[in-house]
């Protein structure tokens, strides 16, 4: 499946007209192995199906060593899988070189060469494939408008901050017209104030140019700020993928509950009786479940607790944080060894030592062995 987006960019004083194709990148049965020299083999990649829709922008998101980079090599064509398939709309580019697959790839470290001016640095693919130079020379100058830097193009990557430099990345790798923009990790070496102005940058120039982009990330407030959608990873297997909101509010295990909130979410053991969930304490927070009776993990958002007279929560306050306009609560509930966080009103004073009562406007239950959610 394609689509044409067509974006109009000025370079050198004139109108530039760029017709843009998005592809849908199909990857199935995917799977990637690696054996070190004494044969012991890791799964890096395991059975990844995933469709990525054309003209979106989507986040691979899970912990280091989760496979979402390699994944990631894999659909740009560096490394080969030792099963499944890649497709870039109905063409199997499995076997398909790097060069072949109309690719644009952007390094965690940039890869700018330090000798090229900032428009060499753009035009180097262009002269691999031996584009004329006015045409060139045009086209770099348009990609540097794109990305804000058309006023830079004479400068040497080390006269460039770590915004600008990546700016640079971006621009070299969308001059050659991709079908897909690959970014591995692209804000891991910005600070936090350049962190939040460049995520906002890759997601304007992805929806001007509307290309299909496939952004690694292991942060997961960029990949939730900034992508259509989210594809949760973990040991080489898809856990979730959906759009950024509905996986934080309905995640499908408990390892995607843990993953994404920040704060973290609280999660405890409780039991499942006679159709209710009960706590250590003995109190009932839940009811109305078919499931037989069990141990379970029950996860509780810090948002989803509110401070209520009549709350079945007991908990007693053991530390206070004033995290900018909210208040955040540490709590130990009875019959627990374990804090719990809970974010309150801050038009309220709490105290440390003092006995309040929660109830939940929502929760989840996970099954004790295996960590799946109960819907």
Do not use: W
């Amino acid at each position: 499946m394609e689509k044409k987006k067509e974006e109009f960019f000025k370079g050198d004083g004139e109108v530039q007209k760029t017709v843009h194709q998005s592809i849908e990148v199909r990857l199935q049965n995917l799977t990637k192995e690696f054996t070190d020299k004494f044969g012991k083999i890791t799964v890096a990649v395991n059975d990844f199906s995933v469709v990525i829709p054309a003209g979106k922008l989507i986040g691979l998101l899970g912990p280091s060593g989760c496979g979402k980079s390699t994944t990631l090599y894999l659909i740009a064509g560096l490394l080969k899988p030792t099963a499944g398939s890649i497709y870039f709309g109905d063409e199997d580019v499995t076997n398909m070189p790097p060069e072949k697959r109309g690719i644009g790839l952007v390094f965690q470290n940039y890869a700018l060469y330090p000798h090229m001016t900032v428009r060499q640095n753009i035009m180097f693919p262009l002269e691999n494939i031996k584009m004329p130079k006015l045409e060139a020379l045009a086209l770099a100058q348009e990609m540097a408008e794109l990305v804000h830097i058309g006023d830079l193009m004479d400068r040497k990557p080390n006269q460039l901050s770590g915004g600008q430099q990546q700016r640079v990345a971006i621009a070299r790798a969308l001059v050659k017209k991709p079908r897909v923009l690959l970014l591995d990790e692209p804000l891991s070496n910005l600070d936090a104030r350049l962190r939040l102005q460049t995520r906002e940058e890759i997601r304007r120039i992805q929806r001007e140019t509307g290309i299909t982009t496939i952004f690694v990330t292991h942060d997961q407030e960029e990949a939730m700020s900034i992508s259509d959608e989210i594809v949760v990873m973990n040991l080489g297997l898809k856990q979730q993928m959906d759009r950024p909101q509905s996986v934080y509010e309905e995640p499908i295990n408990m390892f995607v509950a843990k993953f994404l909130g920040n704060p973290p979410i609280n999660i405890f053991e409780a039991n499942l009786k006679g159709g209710q969930l009960v706590m250590k304490d003995g109190e009932v927070v839940a009811r109305g479940f078919t499931q037989e009776d069990q141990e379970v993990f029950v996860g509780l958002r810090p948002e989803y607790l509110r401070v209520s007279e009549k709350g079945e929560i007991t908990a007693k306050i053991d530390l206070v944080e004033h995290i900018g306009r909210d208040t955040m609560i540490l709590c130990i509930i009875e019959g627990y060894d374990h804090l719990i966080r809970a974010i309150v009103p801050n038009d309220r004073q709490f105290h440390v030592g003092e006995t309040v009562k929660f109830n939940c406007s929502k929760l989840f239950v996970f099954n004790g062995e295996n960590g799946e959610r109960y819907r």
